[in-house]
């Protein structure tokens, strides 16, 4: 795992299907194989990957995390400097001779992210085939993720949020589509002709394309599931995403890219979502969260302290970066310094502490 033994099975099943498009352009799941595989000879055990959405990412990607090898995607819209900086920290990326297009061992790492950090280099971290495996299985069963669905995540596929999310419409075998740049016409064109019935995107992008969608006519009625996370929904979000798209569950989530997923919520059609407040949701499937005092202490219900889990999709660590307050372990438990507090099983997000300010927190995915 995470997907390429996935995707031979749905290459096999159903080969013209489509897989991924990116403005009129894609790859049917028999096609994905095929340029994925042919890349391979030619793909290092330690790939570095700086590319604009295109269909040629998602096999370039596949290339890169096939058998013994791990990627790191690099945003394209570093400087060159960045790019330079990171790239000189990661492994030599010596030639990789297995030509396999197949997951490699689970336990292994196959993935570079990013994350803020206190200087101008991000951290880096690494993440292992099973963690993700484990993050699959439990975004899937907690967004309702079906096989006839059509997710546009309309930002770059840089961003963890867009990468997981292809990944696990590549793991579930469903049909992936994004855009060549962040356009708001295009994702309308998108959504309108190409039956979309499940947005990932950030609040902002939702509020332009549900204000915009709503003064352009433009029908979102297909649309049965929005996932929103970088930061909290507001009201007007709410509200306009209400309007355009009414027949759509949405879902906010809590969680950091070095932990995954932590806890979220549900939003049926028309139910009301108190913006003002601090609820998030209860945790995710398969997740313990506790809230524990600097020394581990559990703290009761209704007091405030770090938000700690205990977790199958937590990242291995760091690759460098590592600082010894952005990811700790108390009493077993691992927690980015995020503050909030346990209430009737429903975890309340304060933000971070004062001692971590110079973390950036996510609602993932993230996801990463």
């Known amino acids: 795992m995470p997907f390429l033994n996935r995707l031979q099975r749905w290459a ?24 994925a595989h042919q890349l391979l000879p030619a793909t290092p055990e330690t790939c570095i ?24 995607v690099l945003d394209p819209a570093w400087t060159q400097q960045a790019q330079e900086d990171v790239t000189r920290r990661l492994p ?23 994350t803020a950090g206190t200087t101008s280099i991000p951290k880096a971290f690494r993440r292992t085939r099973r963690s993700w495996q484990a993050s699959f299985d439990a975004s899937i069963e907690f967004f309702g ?28 075998g469903t049909e992936f589509h994004t855009l060549p740049t962040l356009d708001v016409g295009d994702a309308h064109a998108v959504i309108a002709h190409d039956g979309i019935t499940r947005l990932v995107l950030v ?41 355009w798209a009414p027949n759509a569950a949405i879902f906010e989530y809590y ?40 020394r581990g202490e559990p703290q009761p219900d209704g007091c405030v302290g770090n938000i700690s889990v205990k977790s199958p999709m937590i990242c291995q660590g760091y690759l460098w970066g590592d600082d010894g307050k952005a990811l700790r372990t108390l009493s077993g438990l691992s927690t980015v310094g995020d503050q909030g507090y346990l209430l009737d099983g429903i975890l309340h997000i304060l933000g971070r502490s004062s001692d971590d300010q110079h973390r950036r927190q996510e609602r993932l995915p993230s996801r990463g």
């Open 255 to 294: 969680g950091a890219a070095e932990l995954s997923f932590v806890a979220g919520r549900r939003l049926d059609a028309k139910e009301p979502l108190d913006t003002a407040g601090t609820a998030i949701g209860q945790p995710f499937p398969g997740i313990e969260v506790q809230i524990l005092d600097d």
């Open 92 to 114: 030599f990326p010596s030639r990789a001779t297995g030509t396999a297009l197949e997951d490699g061992d689970p336990d292994e790492p196959f993935l570079i992210g990013f």
């Open 203 to 243: 609040p902002t992008m939702l509020r332009l394309l549900s204000e915009r969608g709503l003064m352009a006519s433009v029908d979102a009625s297909a649309i049965r599931t929005i996932i929103c996370a970088g930061s909290k929904l507001d009201a007007r979000t709410l509200e306009a995403a209400r309007r």
């Open 49 to 72: 990957m700086s590319e604009p959405n295109s269909p040629e990412f998602a096999a370039l990607y596949c290339a890169g995390v096939a058998k013994g090898r791990q990627i790191a």
């Open 12 to 35: 096999d099943l159903r080969p013209d299907g489509t897989t991924v498009a990116v403005g009129g352009r894609g790859f049917s799941w028999a096609e994905l194989r095929g340029a």
């Open 145 to 172: 993720l079906r096989p006839d669905d059509k997710t546009l995540a309309p930002g770059p596929l840089s961003a963890s949020l867009n990468l997981y999310t292809l990944s696990e419409c590549l793991y579930a």
